[in-house]
């Protein structure tokens, strides 16, 4: 059956499986949420630039629900155990691709950076991929070498030595914040998978320098931290972005100035749509709207950490340890949005995940979360297979009880067993 079906014949005897329902709802809500607040902000961006004002919210649902909805249920049917035996090829590709963008002609330069794949048609970013590809690694190591991460020092060293490869090739394009990212989420993974939290300390100590050296190096990071930490000491320059996002913010109070009502929106507020879209949410819909994409967030991620808990304590090592993953990623990314658009981090360009406009990103995202559905789904089928062996465990042994001799066990108790039994058959 390939990639998309499975030929053992156990799984056919057995529980066929379940999607999480908490799980696609808040995907659900996310999904539709953002849609609404992608044609919002975007109307009078797309009417500036005169591409037509709803060209932005026409891109988004084509690579929402036309390419994202396809990789969404084909992801969500691939058995994790394929995706494990070829995660080591999949790494190999993401730093190919991660290369690529360096070449003349391939690769893309967008506002100085070199993040971008010409695709003819569109452009795709391969740190999408490779947040994806990372934490397949990551949790296939920790599959197959378990023990020694458990117990040795230097257990971790290689999927903390291919996080450091990405990071370097994003470091280069230059991305620190996606840098930061995998490197936090590996480290969250390797953690949660049994190793000792002193030799993860250990082996990051020599990161605290060079990240503090990577961070000063260039001018425009420095001006990024000096901005964050007081952005109204230059208001129309370094801190312009973060003032207007704060601005708005301030407009929303509780219940915000009512849907489309933004003001920020109108070419004061940069990357509206986009990196800065929980601004507009603050503004249009108040506290109570952030509130809610908070919830949302809260529930996917806290489910999918509930599942990867779950997994583990099953015996199914490789989809908790992918839930996790995948958890930490979107968590994460979704908590240095909010972060930045609240003022509370130093401005990187991350977009909120199923609520900003984006392509790879949008597309990635819903890669990752029909991996996150596929992982739940074999969580519930080892369950409920659990469940049916302990059912026909304790069937075996009251059968086992009703075969002794009368004299041996009195009538209440037959009685008793009887009736169990044929709750059990029914």
């Given at each position: 059956?390939?990639?998309?079906?499975?030929?053992?014949?156990v799984r056919k005897l057995g529980p066929e499986g379940r999607h999480d329902p908490w799980l696609l709802l808040a995907i659900t809500g996310l999904v539709a949420f953002g849609i609404v607040m992608v044609a919002s902000s975007s109307i009078a961006v797309a009417d500036g630039q005169?591409?037509?004002?709803?060209?932005?919210?026409?891109?988004?649902?084509?690579?929402?629900?036309?390419?994202?909805?396809?990789?969404?249920?084909?992801?969500?049917?691939?058995?994790?155990?394929?995706?494990?035996?070829?995660?080591?090829?999949?790494?190999?590709?993401?730093?190919?691709?991660?290369?690529?963008?360096?070449?003349?002609?391939?690769?893309?330069?967008?506002?100085?950076?070199?993040?971008?794949?010409?695709?003819?048609?569109?452009?795709?970013?391969?740190?999408?991929?490779?947040?994806?590809?990372?934490?397949?690694?990551?949790?296939?190591?920790?599959?197959?070498?378990?023990?020694?991460?458990?117990?040795?020092?230097?257990?971790?060293?290689?999927?903390?030595?291919?996080?450091?490869?990405?990071?370097?090739?994003?470091?280069?394009?230059?991305?620190?914040?996606?840098?930061?990212?995998?490197?936090?989420?590996?480290?969250?993974?390797?953690?949660?998978?049994?190793?000792?939290?002193?030799?993860?300390?250990?082996?990051?100590?020599?990161?605290?320098?060079?990240?503090?050296?990577?961070?000063?190096?260039?001018?425009?990071?420095?001006?990024?931290?000096?901005?964050?930490?007081?952005?109204?000491?230059?208001?129309?320059?370094?801190?312009?972005?973060?003032?207007?996002?704060?601005?708005?913010?301030?407009?929303?109070?509780?219940?915000?100035?009512?849907?489309?009502?933004?003001?920020?929106?109108?070419?004061?507020?940069?990357?509206?749509?986009?990196?800065?879209?929980?601004?507009?949410?603050?503004?249009?819909?108040?506290?109570?709207?952030?509130?809610?994409?908070?919830?949302?967030?809260?529930?996917?991620?806290?489910?999918?950490?509930?599942?990867?808990?779950?997994?583990?304590?099953?015996?199914?090592?490789?989809?908790?340890?992918?839930?996790?993953?995948?958890?930490?990623?979107?968590?994460?990314?979704?908590?240095?949005?909010?972060?930045?658009?609240?003022?509370?981090?130093?401005?990187?360009?991350?977009?909120?995940?199923?609520?900003?406009?984006?392509?790879?990103?949008?597309?990635?995202?819903?890669?990752?979360?029909?991996?996150?559905?596929?992982?739940?789904?074999?969580?519930?089928?080892?369950?409920?297979?659990?469940?049916?062996?302990?059912?026909?465990?304790?069937?075996?042994?009251?059968?086992?009880?009703?075969?002794?001799?009368?004299?041996?066990?009195?009538?209440?108790?037959?009685?008793?067993?009887?009736?169990?039994?044929?709750?059990?058959?029914?």
């Open positions: 059956m390939g990639w998309l079906g499975t030929s053992q014949a005169h591409i037509g004002e709803f060209h932005y919210l026409k891109r988004h649902l084509e690579f929402l629900l036309v390419g994202g909805l396809c990789a969404f249920v084909i992801a969500r049917r691939i058995e994790l155990d394929r995706l494990e035996k070829h995660s080591g090829w999949l790494m190999l590709g993401t730093f190919a691709l991660l290369m690529l963008v360096f070449v003349p002609h391939i690769g893309m330069r967008i506002n100085g950076a070199r993040r971008w794949i010409n695709l003819g048609i569109s452009g795709f970013q391969p740190v999408e991929l490779a947040k994806l590809t990372v934490v397949l690694y990551v949790a296939s190591y920790l599959v197959r070498h378990r023990d020694a991460v458990e117990t040795k020092f230097l257990g971790a060293i290689k999927p903390v030595l291919v996080a450091g490869l990405t990071a370097v090739l994003l470091l280069a394009q230059p991305d620190f914040g996606s840098a930061a990212l995998i490197g936090v989420v590996t480290i969250g993974m390797l953690w949660l998978g049994g190793a000792r939290m002193r030799n993860l300390v250990i082996m990051g100590l020599p990161m605290i320098p060079l990240g503090a050296w990577l961070a000063l190096s260039t001018d425009y990071r420095v001006k990024r931290l000096t901005s964050f930490l007081d952005p109204w000491k230059d208001p129309f320059n370094n801190g312009f972005q973060l003032t207007q996002a704060l601005i708005a913010v301030g407009r929303g109070k509780w219940f915000g100035v009512g849907l489309g009502g933004s003001v920020q929106k109108l070419f004061y507020l940069p990357e509206a749509h986009t990196d800065f879209i929980l601004a507009v949410i603050a503004e249009e819909l108040g506290f109570l709207g952030v509130l809610f994409v908070l919830a949302l967030f809260a529930l996917l991620v806290g489910r999918g950490l509930q599942l990867g808990l779950r997994g583990v304590e099953v015996g199914q090592h490789r989809a908790g340890y992918v839930a996790f993953g995948i958890s930490l990623m979107i968590g994460l990314q979704a908590l240095v949005s909010v972060g930045v658009n609240l003022g509370v981090l130093p401005t990187k360009g991350l977009t909120l995940p199923l609520i900003s406009s984006g392509g790879s990103s949008t597309l990635m995202t819903c890669v990752m979360l029909g991996v996150l559905l596929r992982a739940g789904y074999e969580i519930h089928r080892a369950e409920d297979a659990r469940r049916m062996a302990t059912r026909r465990a304790d069937a075996a042994t009251q059968h086992a009880a009703l075969e002794r001799p009368s004299a041996e066990l009195p009538l209440a108790a037959r009685t008793r067993i009887e009736a169990a039994l044929e709750k059990v058959h029914a």
